[in-house]
């Protein structure tokens, strides 16, 4: 299958799926507006030693994640057909280091492990957190990065061609440009800028990066976000929050419908449209 672009108007969301709480779990209810989001990103899944390499598994020590995750996937599904779900690579878990083992030993279990896991799920791609990478979130060159990368694409094309779908990839780096770089950032569908963490988008215009795959960040925790204007959004593909559990305190979901109205998204108005 060749490559879809990424769906726009984007209003994305992060939804954890890690301990529980407003910023962390929540159970999906029918109170929460999925028909405004057009893209989840779950968080977090994490790269654990295999053997000689590494292979991406829910968060060791989480052990309610995967019914969460069936869970959050069935319910957001049934409230957007539209919507669509990826699995986001964490940070702080020393999981970058694990990953260059799995190229340097050359036992390459993270990508297959990347496709089964999204498979086994009915996922819909799959995000890295670009954060932290060559320190708490572990260490890796830049060409062994490169690596990963390109391997990624290569089997998210493959596995969608087998599988009648689009797999997407994307990336959501803080403080600057973090791993992005001109030999990588051609595998990206979406570059989401951390905002509130040091990125934004005139970090990846100057590359060649195209300016309509790239989301503004805002982050809802403590109900107080930096919320773009409009000249800040122009072009881009759209906004996302930093997150749907968080923004459940800031009073009916308030930024969440905001980014909505802002972009121009709503899953109702496009099924009417068809």
């Known amino acids: 299958m060749s490559r879809v672009a990424f769906p726009t108007p984007y209003a994305g969301s992060y939804y954890p799926i890690y301990n529980s709480g407003v910023n962390q779990y929540i159970p999906p209810t029918s109170a929460m507006p999925l028909d405004l989001v057009s893209a989840l990103f779950v968080a977090f899944a994490h ?3 295999q053997g000689q390499g590494a292979v991406l598994q829910l968060e ?14 069935s319910f957001a599904r ?5 919507i669509k779900i990826l699995i986001s690579l964490g940070w702080g878990h020393n999981d970058w280091s694990y990953i260059s083992q799995d190229v340097q030993t050359g036992a390459n279990l993270f990508v297959p492990s990347v496709i089964d896991l999204i498979r086994q799920y009915g996922l819909d791609g799959f995000d890295i957190d670009d954060e932290q990478i060559n320190g708490s979130s572990g ?4 060409a062994d990065f490169n690596q990963v990368i390109a391997s990624l694409r290569g089997a998210l094309n493959t596995a969608g061609a087998q599988d009648g779908k689009p797999y997407f990839l994307t990336i959501t780096p803080a ?12 595998n990206f569908d979406l570059i989401n800028c951390q905002n509130y963490g040091g990125t934004s988008p005139s970090d990846f215009i100057p590359l060649g990066y195209p300016r309509g795959q790239i989301a503004w960040g805002i982050d809802t925790e403590g109900c107080s976000p930096d919320f773009p204007s409009s000249a800040d959004i122009s072009g881009l593909a759209g906004i996302f929050n930093w997150t749907l559990s968080a923004d459940s305190a800031c009073g009916n979901f308030q930024y969440t419908r905001q980014i909505a109205e802002t972009v121009g998204y709503s899953s109702e108005a496009e099924f009417a449209a068809k």
């Not at 989480?62 to 019914?67: F, V």
């Not at 260490?139 to 830049?142: A, H, P, T």
């Not at 600057?176 to 051609?186: E, F, Y």
């Open 47 to 49: 790269a654990y030693p």
């Open 60 to 73: 060791q020590g989480q052990p309610e994640e995967p019914q969460r995750l069936s869970g959050l996937v």
């Open 78 to 82: 049934a409230a957007n057909p539209q």
């Open 139 to 142: 260490s890796i060159s830049q």
């Open 175 to 186: 403080f600057g440009r973090g791993q992005v770089d001109k030999d990588n950032m051609a």
